[in-house]
């Protein structure tokens, strides 16, 4: 199907991103890091890259873990900072 190919992974994660420009929500950047990420160490071949084509489910879970790691990283260092959430005390419907 074409999932050992680096070049899809670049291009599904550089699809994530514009994806994540016109929808933002901090959602699409963690996959699309991922995605980037499982290309780059399918480009870089050997052994760990041929251990790692071997089967497509292997592909996805390290797709996954790469994501998530990313998400991690990405809400720590740009994500909601402490005090930029609006807490609401009251309702507005209580008169």
């Given amino acids: 199907m074409g ?3 680096w070049w899809v992974w670049v291009s ?6 514009i994806l994540e420009m016109v929808i933002p ?5 963690g996959f699309a890091v991922g995605a980037v990420a499982m290309g780059i160490l399918l480009a ?3 052994g760990v890259a041929a251990w790692l084509t071997s089967s497509l ?3 996805l879970v390290m797709f996954a873990l790469f ?6 990283v990405l809400r720590r260092v740009v994500g909601v900072r402490h005090g930029q959430a609006k807490i609401v005390r009251h309702d507005v419907n209580d008169n």
């Fill in 67 to 72: 994501s998530l790691v990313a998400w991690l």
């Fill in 57 to 59: 489910s292997l592909m």
């Fill in 12 to 17: 599904a994660g550089l699809i994530l991103a």
């Fill in 44 to 46: 870089l071949g050997g």
């Fill in 3 to 5: 999932w050992d190919i």
């Fill in 25 to 29: 929500g901090f959602i699409f950047l």
